[in-house]
């Protein structure tokens, strides 16, 4: 069970204490790979956290790169989230279908346009549903609230930036995937994509970092995972995955351990491994 913080973590039983809030704002920030034939839109249409609003992270996203939700241009950002009626002043928690997945990358964009009152909810719609708690499938009352937006560019790599990393060592390189996708045992799930990883990364799967139930394990554990993968904590450290969305999983774990010298490389494994001229590492380490 999560210690709640309104700025990376919160449970179900404080979201359930704060669910009538005037300035508490929900948002379903749930999203499938397209392989997994889903549509995530239509889930919450048919139920969702009482006042939810559905965060489209393929729409909130800029529209102009080839890469699949990217971090939108900061004005695309104000103008969906004024379109969803949230805004300054408002504390923001934000849930997926599936645990802890996606919803960790919605708290990143806010974290990256400046906003830090944005919590994910530990366990998900799916810990909220089995605990029998009320849902609902009306759409919410929108109310525009402007949002200021200051980009805080240190929370987000470029291929450039991380390919030095990746040569120099001075910074940890964190991969969430799966570790046979890691190592290139495993297909890819995008096609096109070399097999393997960033040269000098470390390999920490997401879903190791939570609980059976889907809950994020506790500080503790967290560290002590990072710390057997061979991470060294006191380097800054750049987050990556398939394509940048469970690499904010292990951002969150990292800032829920004190650890705020991060960084998402938001093209990830589908820019990487679709560039022939960088190089790829294989194996388990």
């Known amino acids: 069970m999560a210690i709640d913080d309104p700025k990376t973590l919160v449970s179900t039983d404080w979201l359930a204490a704060h669910l009538k809030d005037p300035d508490l704002r929900i948002l379903d920030g749930t999203w499938h790979m397209p392989h997994e034939n889903r549509d995530a ?16 992270i393929d729409d909130v996203a800029d529209g102009r790169s080839d890469l699949p939700h990217m971090a939108p241009p900061t004005e695309k950002f104000m103008s969906r989230l004024r379109a969803m009626g949230v805004g300054d ?5 934000v849930y997926d279908m599936n645990g802890i997945t996606t919803a960790p990358r919605v708290w990143w964009l806010f974290r990256l346009m ?3 009152n944005i919590a994910v909810l530990d366990g998900g719609f799916a810990r909220w549903q089995a605990e029998g708690r009320e849902i609902e499938d009306l759409p919410p009352m929108i109310r525009d609230r402007h949002m200021t937006v200051r980009r805080q560019n240190h929370l987000v790599k470029d291929v450039t930036q991380v390919s030095a990393a990746s040569k120099l060592g ?7 995937r799966s570790a046979g996708r890691f190592a290139g045992t495993e297909d890819e799930p995008r096609e096109g994509l070399r097999g393997g990883h960033i040269p000098g990364s470390k390999s920490v799967p997401f879903l190791d970092l939570l609980n059976e139930d889907k809950t994020m394990k506790d500080a503790d554990t967290l560290r002590a995972i990072f710390e057997k993968a061979g991470v060294d904590l006191s380097k800054p450290a750049i ?10 999983v292990l951002s969150l774990a990292m800032e829920r351990i004190g650890k705020t010298d991060w960084s998402v490389y938001d093209g990830s494994w589908t820019e990487w491994g679709a560039f022939p001229t960088l190089p790829v590492a294989t194996g388990e380490t």
């Open 41 to 56: 839109r239509a889930e919450y249409e048919a139920a969702h956290i009482p006042g939810a609003r559905y965060f489209d």
């Open 89 to 93: 002043g408002h504390q923001v928690v």
């Open 114 to 116: 400046g906003q830090e």
């Open 239 to 248: 987050t990556t995955c398939g394509s940048g969305v469970t690499a904010c």
């Open 170 to 176: 001075d910074y940890e390189i964190i991969d969430a």
